[in-house]
């Protein structure tokens, strides 16, 4: 039987086997993947293929914060498209995640994803027809301090703040900051000191350092590290809302202080692969044809 185009892709994502190979595989069986894969299994040791190898990068982030403030969690619920993230179903089963890690104070995707949670997550990825997938859970408890929370409109972004003291209105307006500033630390000697070397690296490779004397280019460089971590930390930050006030100042007024924060943003360190398949499939037809 003629095997489409889609099946061969399927396979070859589920096996990374060839396009050739995966094309003979499923004519032998009539265009079964699941068989096609069992036979590839016998004949070459080849390894369990994949049944949720599609990259789930897109989806929303989500918070719930306890009525007194005392904690908080965070979780990054993901599909394949935007367009999956925005169906009721995925934002009813989202909504389920958030409230079982609320309950829960959960710590790990895994283990909230035990049992009826994961049953409702198959169901779903057989309707949509999308991978779909916790990808991690925050927990934020306050410690005698107070948590806020903020999720922009988009879904996309999300923060959580902690303060010594305070209300969970200033926390939440910390965490909007956080959320659309995006810090790297909370304080400037949070900052890793690998970062930190990086950052030099990159100042004495400038155009204006170049032939300076090394006293003049050290000066320079202690500025110019100044100036990069205070931008990086969240309390030395401007409060986007009142540029007037540093955000440690903000949290001062409100009688407390800083203790971190805990940002998702969606897919953000996912690695999506791009693939040209009507490409590749053309150019290896030309070379069985040569």
Do not use: W
Request: aromatic share 4%; with cysteine.
């Amino acid at each position: 039987m003629a095997v489409s185009a889609a099946l061969v892709k399927e396979l070859r994502e589920r096996t990374s086997l060839g396009m050739m190979e995966c094309k003979k595989a499923l004519q032998e069986v009539d265009g079964d993947v699941e068989k096609a894969i069992e036979n590839l299994r016998k004949a070459s040791g080849l390894k369990a293929a994949k049944k949720a190898d599609r990259t789930a990068a897109d989806g929303i982030v989500a918070t719930k914060v306890a009525e007194d403030g005392s904690y908080g969690v965070l979780v990054e619920v993901n599909s394949e498209t935007d367009f999956a993230a925005r169906d009721e179903g995925f934002l009813e089963f989202a909504a389920k995640v958030l409230d079982k890690a609320f309950a829960s104070k959960a710590t790990d995707a895994a283990a909230l994803m035990a049992g009826e949670l994961e049953a409702a997550r198959e169901a779903l990825v057989q309707k949509i027809g999308e991978n779909i997938g916790v990808r991690r859970v925050e927990l934020v408890e306050a410690n005698g301090g107070v948590v806020g929370a903020y999720v922009h409109s988009n879904k996309r972004i999300a923060a959580i703040t902690s303060l010594t003291a305070g209300g969970i209105e200033v926390a939440k307006d910390i965490s909007m900051h956080v959320a659309a500033v995006n810090p790297q630390v909370t304080r400037p000697e949070d900052m890793p000191a690998e970062d930190v070397e990086k950052e030099k690296d990159i100042i004495k490779a400038q155009p204006d350092m170049a032939g300076k004397p090394d006293e003049i280019v050290e000066k320079m460089m202690t500025g110019r590290i100044k100036k990069f971590l205070k931008e990086s930390s969240l309390v030395e930050q401007p409060f986007v809302k009142n540029p007037e006030l540093t955000i440690a100042q903000l949290a001062k007024e409100a009688g407390g202080e800083v203790v971190g924060f805990v940002r998702f943003e969606v897919g953000e360190g996912i690695e999506v692969k791009e693939e040209d398949f009507a490409a590749e499939v053309a150019a290896q037809l030309a070379a069985s044809k040569s």
